[in-house]
């Protein structure tokens, strides 16, 4: 198995690559759009950094597949997106840290607060981002795959 997995080139990691992050975004844009479920601040950031990550390894395929750079930046971009899927899965684990999260980012969004204040629910989360959910537990295992096809591309 790991002999066949080295004998992929990295033109063909990159487009598994470019395909896994279009289909969890495919996904991710029909649960907002068919089943009318809004995303929270950290699922937006999470889809930034999932759509960043896969042009990123879409850029590399169209650029030069053999480039190290776009691999690393295409990983860089899926540990950032872990990181803020383990901050959603935390507050939905710890209901007492999401009580100190503020409002939603509607209400911010709506009242004008300064932009600070969004960003700042951009990066920690909302209250809205404690509701139970799959959502940041699929992010987590998208970000995995995709940072586990920038290593294979980037080692080819």
Not at 57 to 68: S, Y
Not at 117 to 128: H, N, V, Y
């Amino acid at each position: 198995m790991t002999n066949y997995l080295r004998s992929i080139d990295s033109e063909d990691w990159s487009i598994l690559t470019v395909a896994a992050g279009a289909t969890f975004l495919f996904v991710a844009l029909t649960l907002e759009y068919v089943f009318n479920q809004s995303p929270c601040a950290l699922c937006l950031n999470q889809r930034m950094w999932m759509i960043l990550a896969t042009l990123l390894a879409a850029g590399g395929l169209a650029h030069n597949p053999r480039l190290g750079i776009y691999p690393f930046l295409s990983l860089i971009s899926s540990v950032v997106g872990v990181g803020f899927a383990l901050r959603q899965i935390y507050l939905q684990i710890t209901p007492s840290a999401a009580s100190s999260c503020g409002p939603g980012l509607d209400y911010l969004v709506s009242n004008q607060s300064p932009f600070a204040a969004i960003l700042k629910a951009l990066t920690t989360g909302t209250g809205d981002c404690a509701e139970p959910s799959v959502i940041p537990i699929a992010a987590l295992v998208a970000f995995v795959m995709l940072g586990a096809g920038a290593i294979m591309q980037w080692r080819n």
